[in-house]
């Protein structure tokens, strides 16, 4: 039956990879593309080759009332039935600063708006616009274990304050650094990982939850703001790690991301998919306090 799976991050990396997985493997998806600008269409033309029904809504995740009009425009088209019914919500999208000072035009720190909130505001919106059974699947990250294993010391691990100071710029020691950035980058997927677990518990039976950790990637455009020399080991030595169990391919990656969207592996609502196969995410990621607090800020921060 034709159904409706929105994705935000699909122009790239292992986006771009999974969205192409997603339409292959799945003839009957509508898959509509969230993108910034004029690039939405051209990202749906590029993936509907093939015969593939592909649409685009424009945002800019960084805006919440960007994200608040596309959220708002796909409910209109679900409701004139000029989209089949929703069965999907793939939050990819995610972004790394150089710093943790970057404030978007709501006053928020940037990483925390892209990677949180943009994700639950879209979540809560289209929220009654779900024909069961549906899955919401989010991508998280392993740098949320904050330790040498899951991260090789490349980024530092999360540092939770409560969720006023982490939704404002200057929430970690030297915030003009790089460190400082990465360690706004790990602490957002730490909370990504807590809001799945609220979705678990808050949403209607039917709609599924889950947290999606592709491992480290390199090769992909996660590293854009970066410094040139970063930015150059990114695109052009790390991806030699894929060779070895410490790196993940951009391609498997992405394949992995299309599995979880479609249900293989099988994934009960609030798991945290390592890969392929369902898995516990940090000790630190399971804290019911923290994950009502947050749910409650989160609420506050994407009011209307």
């Known amino acids: 039956m034709k159904h409706t799976i929105v994705m935000t991050g ?11 997985q997603i339409l292959r493997q ?13 690039s939405g269409a051209q990202l749906a033309a590029e993936l509907a080759t093939g015969g593939h029904t592909v649409s685009h ?10 994200v608040r009009s596309a959220a708002t425009e796909i409910r209109d ?14 939050g990819n999208a995610g972004m790394q600063y150089t710093n943790a000072l970057t404030e978007t035009p709501d006053g928020f720190e940037s990483t925390f708006t892209v990677n949180v909130l943009a994700n639950h505001l879209f979540v809560r919106l289209l929220q009654d616009r779900f024909a ?19 991260n090789m010391g490349m980024v530092p691990g999360p540092a939770w304050k409560p969720p006023d100071v982490l939704a404002r710029t200057g929430a970690f020691p030297n915030p003009h650094t790089v460190v400082a950035g990465r360690t706004a980058y790990s ?21 599924d939850a889950v947290a999606y950790n592709p491992g480290f990637v390199p090769g992909t455009g996660l590293a854009r703001n970066a ?39 099988q994934a009960p609502t609030g798991s945290y998919v390592d890969r392929s196969r369902v898995d516990r995410s ?9 994950e009502g607090e947050l749910w409650d800020a989160a609420e506050r921060f994407t009011a209307a």
């Open 10 to 20: 699909a122009s790239r990396g292992i986006g771009r990879v999974a969205a192409g």
């Open 26 to 38: 799945s003839p009957d998806v509508h898959l509509l593309v969230v993108a910034r600008g004029s």
């Open 57 to 66: 809504v424009s945002a800019d995740l960084g805006s919440l009332d960007s």
């Open 77 to 90: 088209r679900l409701d004139r039935g000029d989209l089949p019914p929703l069965r999907g919500f793939v």
């Open 132 to 150: 069961a059974p549906a899955r919401i699947v989010i991508t998280a990250s392993d740098t949320h274990f904050g330790d040498f294993k899951h």
């Open 187 to 207: 602490t957002s997927k730490l909370a990504a990982i807590y809001l799945v677990h609220e979705y678990a518990r808050r949403l209607p039976a039917g709609i």
């Open 227 to 265: 410094d040139p020399v970063s930015r150059f080991a990114m695109r052009r030595i790390l991806p030699v790690m894929t060779l070895t169990p410490f790196a993940t391919s951009r391609n498997a990656a992405g394949r992995y991301l299309a599995d979880v969207v479609l249900g293989t592996p």
């Open 282 to 290: 940090s000790e630190e990621s399971y804290d019911p306090w923290r």
